[in-house]
């Protein structure tokens, strides 16, 4: 339902460089869907920054979206406990636009 991706940084209350965000929102939802976005995005953070508040700290803000619906959501940031890496040979692959299924990514 939403195939598309978008995550920012949400910190103390601001969002950072929500115009970079949207520019690639509008752009992957051309390439990927042959649309044009039905949606203000710009709308969306308000609608987000007032529900959610002026939350002290660092957030993760997800949007997942399509042409024309979407869903949000605020996710405390935490900075991973990395022990190990593996590095993993997959050319089937495709990552130039930030898709929702990420199942292949999170091996």
Not at 60 to 82: C, N, T, V
Request: aromatic content about 16%; hydrophobic content about 35%; overall charge negative.
């Amino acid at each position: 339902m939403y195939p598309l991706l978008e995550t920012i940084r949400f910190e103390n209350g601001v969002f950072s460089h929500p115009e970079y965000h949207f520019r690639r929102m509008n752009q992957s939802v051309y390439d990927c869907l042959d649309k044009s976005l039905q949606f203000d995005p710009e709308q969306v953070l308000l609608e987000a920054q007032e529900t959610f508040g002026e939350k002290k700290g660092l957030f993760k803000f997800r949007l997942f979206y399509g042409a024309e619906q979407y869903r949000w959501e605020f996710i405390p940031y935490q900075l991973p406990d990395i022990k190990t890496l593996k590095l993993i040979a997959d050319n089937q692959i495709e990552y130039s636009h930030k898709f929702s299924d990420r199942t292949k990514l999170d091996l």
